[in-house]
């Protein structure tokens, strides 16, 4: 369940950062070779009839982790430790945490306010979920699920299931969908980086918000 990541399209994730702003190329490492799945097959319709994109991706990011040091860094407040400029506000409760129910606001450049809730949060078997929308743009379901692979290693599977509000947003949408491999590279070296190997997110240019988060 882990390959070397490879997008289908390779002008998809030059669009999406092109859709992201400027800072979002500068800020994106190079290809990186993690140990991902490729994503899985998923729907991405748009009717003459307004029907709005709709897709979904399921890949893996592979983890130099013990499952019970991982399971907390996909969460709102956990994602400080390895993403630049991620800064959930809290909207309820009114304070940092983790746990059915939680609610707070994150903000992307070029695309708006996206409230999330948590809908999920099973440390037992080390599951989170998510959902999210940004007003007139996307919504979508995240799912994540940490597993161990020996004492010392684990692996996320990672779904996301993204529908554009609107026909400004559609083009958005099918890029993630094609660009989703890169973005879970991105997280797997994040993690790599600053949490395995302890580099400070200033010490070197970052993954940041933008590169994990659409």
Same mark, same amino acid.
């Given at each position: 369940?882990?390959? &070397?990541? *490879?997008?289908? &399209? ?10 992201? @702003? ?9 290809? =990186? ?6 994503? %899985?097959?998923?729907? +991405?319709?748009? +009717?003459? $009839? ?5 897709? %979904? ?11 019970? %040091?991982? =399971?907390?860094?996909?969460? *709102? ?8 400029? #991620? ?6 409760? &009114?304070?940092?945490?983790? @746990? ?5 606001? $994150?903000? &992307? ?5 996206? +409230? #999330?809730?948590?809908?999920? /949060? ?14 007139? /743009? /996307? ?9 161990? %692979? ?21 083009? =958005? ?6 660009? =989703?491999?890169?973005?879970? @590279?991105? #997280? ?15 010490? +070197? $240019? ?9």
């Amino acid at each position: 369940m882990t390959t &070397n990541k *490879a997008s289908s &399209n390779p002008d998809a994730s030059d669009d999406l950062r092109d859709r992201y @702003g400027p800072d979002h190329a500068q800020s994106r490492p190079n290809r =990186f070779a993690p140990r991902t799945t490729g994503s %899985e097959p998923g729907a +991405t319709v748009a +009717t003459d $009839t307004g029907e709005r994109v709709h897709i %979904e991706r399921t890949g893996v990011v592979a983890m130099d982790l013990p499952a019970a %040091e991982a =399971f907390p860094l996909f969460s *709102a407040e956990g994602e400080r430790r390895w993403v630049a400029g #991620w800064d959930p506000c809290y909207v309820h409760p &009114n304070n940092p945490g983790a @746990g059915e129910g939680v609610i707070f606001r $994150t903000t &992307n450049k070029g695309v708006g306010t996206a +409230t #999330w809730i948590q809908t999920r /949060h099973d440390p037992a078997a080390g599951v989170a979920s998510f959902v999210y929308m940004v007003p007139d /743009h /996307h919504a979508a379901m995240v799912e994540v699920q940490v597993i161990p %692979e020996g004492e010392a290693r684990s692996r996320a599977t990672v779904k996301y299931r993204m529908t554009a509000l609107s026909s400004a947003a559609d083009d =958005f949408v099918r890029a993630f969908g094609e660009a =989703f491999d890169d973005y879970l @590279g991105d #997280w797997a070296e994040a993690i790599r980086r600053h949490i395995v190997e302890g580099v400070s997110l200033t010490a +070197t $240019t970052p993954t940041t918000a933008d590169d994990v988060m659409p």
